[in-house]
């Protein structure tokens, strides 16, 4: 299992799975019926983003190369390459990660507030200006209201990709004002296929982390390169125990929390933990077990908010992953 972080999409030129939603663009673009505004929506992993610099390549002028798919380009043209670096004048990428690499919480305004500028420009070098959104769910409220005015006043060369996981969530009028193009999820069968074949994973390996990602290969890759399967391993170990715990196990994964590689450790674990969790509590509703429906639920509930109030106040993570085991064995105990 490779421990090198998955790359940025603008670097990624293979394209798996992708034929239905190249054909559909490259038939708008055959027919000169090019949207102005693309919503590509689909879970979280599935491809979205990568199809948004394929088609933002071809659009720049990227010459295509077919090995690649569809709407694949030659990554040794110069666009391919401007692209990848983060330098093509006419492309404008509007992301999490600031210009330092540094995450933040969401795509401020004062970002979405250049759109409007940019696709006032005649492109530069290319046939068309180009900017993605990724994604479209990370944007606050006033950021979307920025985003709507360039919607309202289409440019004439000039196309955006908005990426989202959750569309519903999106201002009614920016969904309205776009062409959507859905990623459909992928069986797990195909998931893990996947994997083994670009990862080298054995049958076992592969088909558990297939069902962990939820239809998402994309996703699958991070878990995989993320000891997913060790912490979903220390997960059911934990839950198994439940109301008794390992005090000396316990301490010794809340010291593996420490520093930058201990934090995606600390969220990987809580993402399997929330999990087990939840399919404890599909299966208590399924024997129609009410009151442990309720206690499964609220534990479940904390899981998934407490990495956000880690993040967001700088909570100690053995502090809270302490918090969390103390609200499971009380579920347990109940």
Known sequence: MSAA????????????GGEAVETAFLEAMQRGRLHHAWLLTGPEGVGKATFAYRAA????????????????SDPADPVSRQV???????????????EDGKPRKYIPV???????EFFSK????????????????????NAANALLK?????????????????PGGLIATIRSRCRRLAFPAWSEARIQGFLEARMGLGAEEGARLAHMAKGAPGRALSMAEGGALQADAVAHEILSRLPDTDDAALLAVADSFRGGEGQKRFEMLFDRLADQVHAMTVRASEQGA?????????????LNSLP???????????????????????????
Request: proline share 7%; charged share 30%.
């Open 150 to 166: 360039t919607l309202e006043e289409p440019p004439a060369r000039g196309v955006l990709f908005l990426v989202s996981h959750a």
């Open 122 to 141: 005649a492109p530069a070098s290319a046939p068309y200006r180009v900017a993605i959104v990724d994604a479209a769910d990370d944007m606050n409220i």
């Open 110 to 116: 004062d970002d979405a507030r250049k759109l409007p």
């Open 57 to 72: 390549r071809r659009l720049l002028g990227a010459r295509p190369d077919p090995s690649h798919g569809l709407l694949g």
């Open 5 to 16: 972080e998955a790359p940025h999409p603008r670097e990624v030129f293979g394209y798996d």
């Open 308 to 334: 956000r109030e880690v993040e967001a106040v700088n909570l100690d993570r053995a502090d809270a992953f302490f918090t969390a085991i103390g609200r499971l064995r009380q579920a347990a105990r109940a």
């Open 84 to 98: 990848a670096a983060r330098s093509h004048q006419d492309l404008m990428v509007l992301e999490l990660a600031s």
């Open 290 to 302: 009410t009151a442990e429906i309720e206690r499964w639920a609220r534990a479940w509930e904390g």
